[in-house]
């Protein structure tokens, strides 16, 4: 792929939870963007959610006719971080890796994730989040679909504690 191909993507670096605004402003500038998003499940106030959220956050694709398009403007948009780039140059990014993105999202346009790994008893795992943050622990047993028991040793002792799957990580 050489720098002035026609209808090549690239990578644009938002600024901090800016990618929506830097899209609509690429956008007003006669740019393509794709922004993919999935469905993250947020935990507030007692209450479990799903809401829309950048599959890669500050990130977002940009398509560029290099032969016509003024593409230093991207530079400075509103929301625009910078455009990644090689040199001076921009970073093009292969067709193939937008398809496969695109092949995974489903007919509401978010990119479907894989199932979380499954882990398996005893498996020695860390906590992500919460109150019991940086905490290792073993894994033994599924409360439920979204939930694992979790034993942590916390003051000398053992104590089974349930906790968000996706809350916990190999360790």
Known sequence: MSLFDRDAWYVVQTQVNAEARAARNLVRQGFEIYLPRYLKRRSHARKIEKIPAPLFQRYLFVRIDMATQRWRSIQSTFGVSHLVCNGSDPAPVAQHVLNSLKAREDESGYV????????????????????????????????????????????????RVSIEADMVEAA
């Open 112 to 159: 479907k994730l894989n199932a979380r790994p499954k882990f398996a008893l005893g498996e020695k795992v860390r906590v992500l989040a919460g109150a019991f943050a940086d905490n290792l622990g073993l894994i033994d047993g599924l409360t439920d679909r979204d939930r694992v028991a979790i034993l942590l040793d916390l003051l000398g002792r053992k104590v």
